[in-house]
């Protein structure tokens, strides 16, 4: 073969090593690179220029670069074959910032007693991503964990308020077999053997008996109307108690209910008195106009309710902080012909350019630790109910209100 | 002097000049067309990479005479509109990796050049 056709021979060769995506370097057996592909070159060379050294000794390099793997290749007794498989190094670079490591996963085989073949490739990307993802598992195994404690919490809370209320339910019950009865039937008996017993003990007294059992039964009614009284009041906390934890539940769960019928005056009154403790923290006056009767749309009662409570949220926060007098939050349903409307105004911040809807898209937020993933929360609950929703404001300063229109059939 | 590897008006005067000339040049020096196929391979590119001219010629550079250098440092580089750029790098292929200093000039004609020198 003449030396042009060997060079053809080599260079085809060579065309196909040089174009692998992996770096591959050949060195001798103290480090001399005799072959270096076109990635390998890409991979080393920064790290030479950046360690001043002469790019011709991989050994030279590695000992700054990556001691450990240095170290490894001069203790290996490998006759021949496989030193290092697949592993990962962390590259030590100058002046490198923390969270900006470059990270190289090796491999080393010894060819023979002069030639050995390196084989690596930048890996830093695909480390930052398994390093986020595995982050990610975390935080959704912490979430999860959180989810678990508050619904051990809530389920152990609901027993006690359980136990709580039949226990109300046996007082309620045992004040209703009361003696009231036995003493009306002594006071029948002493009215009709009125005669015998003034004869007795004079009429003066005997009257003065009846009189004192009237006295006695009154007292003992009035007590016991007290008590049925208190007790009722106790056993209509105790329900409500159980139905904020069962809404509770099922935002633990994350459960969505069916689509059932429901009112929408027991959703605002529910949120309401969930956040009635903030507003009365915050100073914010809460109003409400809403009819006693609004017919019923069928929905997802947990769904609707995060909307409303995230809307007066938003407007309590809005409210708090502007400097305004009277904070107030006015909450109005009406019923129309063909939708129920449900207003929530504050004199808060406001904003600028009338309108808002642009705060309902996925990441666009006014407050300084928001997501910007309520408001598009939201809006996505109520389109599922075939509602619309929207946020105007007469500009910054001048309070805005949030509508939304359930369309009914 | 617009024959030394560091001149300035460099471009131009390689465009003017006839092979004899580019050949005896003291720097390698490659000339493509804007594709990369091989115009032009001068003595002191064989004497530094190993390749021969009838070997380069007419083939496309970066794939086929000096794959060595298509990677990001260097073939990337030219897909630039236009490019005055040196970077030291490692020629290999067929050769004992030399050191080599590169200068990329592309500009608005026809060719695009890689002049080289050993370091």
Same mark, same amino acid.
């Given at each position: 073969m003449n030396t042009?056709?060997?060079?053809?021979? /080599?260079?085809?060769?060579?065309?196909? $090593? =040089?174009?692998?995506?992996?770096? %591959?370097? &050949?060195? +001798?057996?103290?480090?001399?690179?005799k072959q270096i592909n076109a990635k390998g070159v890409q991979l080393m060379l920064p790290l030479f220029i950046e360690t001043k050294?002469?790019?011709?000794? %991989?050994? +030279?390099?590695?000992?700054?670069?990556?001691?450990?793997?240095?170290?490894? %290749?001069?203790?290996?007794? #490998?006759?021949?074959?496989?030193? $290092?498989?697949?592993? *990962?190094?962390?590259?030590?670079?100058?002046? &490198? &910032?923390e969270g900006k490591k470059t990270h190289y996963l090796f491999s080393v085989n010894k060819l023979s007693t002069d030639s050995f073949m390196y084989t690596f490739d930048d890996i830093t990307e695909m480390y930052k991503k398994e390093k986020l993802?595995?982050?990610?598992?975390? +935080?959704?195994? #912490?979430? =999860?964990?959180?989810f678990e404690i508050a619904s051990g919490v809530l389920h152990d809370i609901g027993n006690a308020v359980v136990g709580f209320g039949s226990y109300v339910t046996r007082i309620k019950k045992s004040i209703e077999q009361s003696d009231i009865g036995t003493l009306n039937n002594l006071k029948l008996f002493i009215e009709k053997q009125n005669s015998a017993i003034s004869n007795a003990i004079g009429e003066a007294k005997a009257n003065a008996l009846i009189d004192l059992l009237n006295g006695v039964i009154v007292?003992?009614?009035?007590e016991k109307m007290d008590v049925k009284q208190s007790i009722n009041e106790q056993l209509n906390i105790i329900s409500h108690i159980q139905e904020i934890l069962n809404i509770q539940r099922q935002y633990v769960k994350g459960q969505s209910s069916d689509r059932l019928p429901i009112n929408l005056r027991s959703i605002i009154n529910d949120s309401t008195a969930m956040l009635l403790a903030s507003f009365d923290k915050k100073g914010v006056q809460i109003t409400s106009d809403i009819p006693i009767k609004v017919p019923p749309i069928k929905g +997802?009662?947990?769904?609707?309710?995060?909307?409303?409570?995230?809307?007066?949220?938003?407007?309590?926060?809005? /409210?708090?902080?502007?400097? #305004?007098? &009277?904070?107030? #939050? =006015?909450i109005v349903l009406m019923v129309n012909e063909k939708s129920i409307d449900i207003s929530i105004t504050d004199n808060g911040l406001g904003f600028e350019g009338i309108n808002g809807d642009h705060f309902f898209e996925k990441g666009v937020t006014s407050k300084s630790e928001g997501t910007g993933l309520g408001?598009?929360?939201?809006?996505?609950?109520?389109?599922? =109910?075939?509602?619309?929703? *929207?946020l105007?404001?007469?500009?910054a300063g001048l309070g805005a209100t949030a509508t939304i229109a359930f369309v009914i059939e | 002097m617009n024959n030394e590897f560091d001149s300035n008006d460099i471009l131009e005067w390689l465009g003017e000049q006839p092979d004899e000339i580019l050949d005896n040049l003291n720097f390698g020096l490659v000339k493509m067309s804007r594709t990369g196929t091989v115009v032009f391979y001068n003595k002191e590119e064989e004497l530094i990479t190993g390749v021969k001219r009838e070997n380069s010629i007419g083939k496309h550079f970066f794939t086929q005479v000096a794959p060595c250098t298509n990677n990001f440092l260097v073939a990337e580089k030219y897909s630039k509109a236009t490019l005055d750029e040196q970077v030291q790098y490692i020629f290999t292929y067929v050769t004992q990796p030399i050191p080599v200093q590169l200068r990329l000039l592309k500009g608005e004609g026809d060719n695009q050049y890689m002049l080289v020198k050993k370091l």
């Amino acid at each position: 073969m003449n030396t042009l056709a060997t060079e053809i021979q /080599v260079q085809k060769m060579l065309a196909i $090593i =040089h174009q692998i995506p992996l770096g %591959l370097i &050949e060195t +001798d057996s103290v480090g001399n690179i005799k072959q270096i592909n076109a990635k390998g070159v890409q991979l080393m060379l920064p790290l030479f220029i950046e360690t001043k050294l002469a790019p011709t000794n %991989l050994l +030279d390099l590695l000992k700054l670069i990556a001691p450990e793997l240095k170290a490894k %290749l001069e203790v290996s007794t #490998v006759e021949t074959g496989n030193i $290092i498989n697949q592993e *990962h190094y962390s590259i030590k670079r100058q002046n &490198e &910032e923390e969270g900006k490591k470059t990270h190289y996963l090796f491999s080393v085989n010894k060819l023979s007693t002069d030639s050995f073949m390196y084989t690596f490739d930048d890996i830093t990307e695909m480390y930052k991503k398994e390093k986020l993802m595995s982050q990610a598992l975390q +935080d959704k195994a #912490v979430e =999860h964990s959180k989810f678990e404690i508050a619904s051990g919490v809530l389920h152990d809370i609901g027993n006690a308020v359980v136990g709580f209320g039949s226990y109300v339910t046996r007082i309620k019950k045992s004040i209703e077999q009361s003696d009231i009865g036995t003493l009306n039937n002594l006071k029948l008996f002493i009215e009709k053997q009125n005669s015998a017993i003034s004869n007795a003990i004079g009429e003066a007294k005997a009257n003065a008996l009846i009189d004192l059992l009237n006295g006695v039964i009154v007292n003992m009614e009035q007590e016991k109307m007290d008590v049925k009284q208190s007790i009722n009041e106790q056993l209509n906390i105790i329900s409500h108690i159980q139905e904020i934890l069962n809404i509770q539940r099922q935002y633990v769960k994350g459960q969505s209910s069916d689509r059932l019928p429901i009112n929408l005056r027991s959703i605002i009154n529910d949120s309401t008195a969930m956040l009635l403790a903030s507003f009365d923290k915050k100073g914010v006056q809460i109003t409400s106009d809403i009819p006693i009767k609004v017919p019923p749309i069928k929905g +997802d009662r947990t769904k609707l309710m995060q909307v409303i409570l995230n809307l007066m949220k938003n407007a309590v926060e809005s /409210v708090f902080s502007a400097n #305004v007098p &009277e904070k107030s #939050v =006015h909450i109005v349903l009406m019923v129309n012909e063909k939708s129920i409307d449900i207003s929530i105004t504050d004199n808060g911040l406001g904003f600028e350019g009338i309108n808002g809807d642009h705060f309902f898209e996925k990441g666009v937020t006014s407050k300084s630790e928001g997501t910007g993933l309520g408001l598009a929360n939201c809006k996505s609950i109520i389109e599922s =109910h075939n509602g619309t929703i *929207h946020l105007e404001s007469n500009g910054a300063g001048l309070g805005a209100t949030a509508t939304i229109a359930f369309v009914i059939e | 002097m617009n024959n030394e590897f560091d001149s300035n008006d460099i471009l131009e005067w390689l465009g003017e000049q006839p092979d004899e000339i580019l050949d005896n040049l003291n720097f390698g020096l490659v000339k493509m067309s804007r594709t990369g196929t091989v115009v032009f391979y001068n003595k002191e590119e064989e004497l530094i990479t190993g390749v021969k001219r009838e070997n380069s010629i007419g083939k496309h550079f970066f794939t086929q005479v000096a794959p060595c250098t298509n990677n990001f440092l260097v073939a990337e580089k030219y897909s630039k509109a236009t490019l005055d750029e040196q970077v030291q790098y490692i020629f290999t292929y067929v050769t004992q990796p030399i050191p080599v200093q590169l200068r990329l000039l592309k500009g608005e004609g026809d060719n695009q050049y890689m002049l080289v020198k050993k370091l």
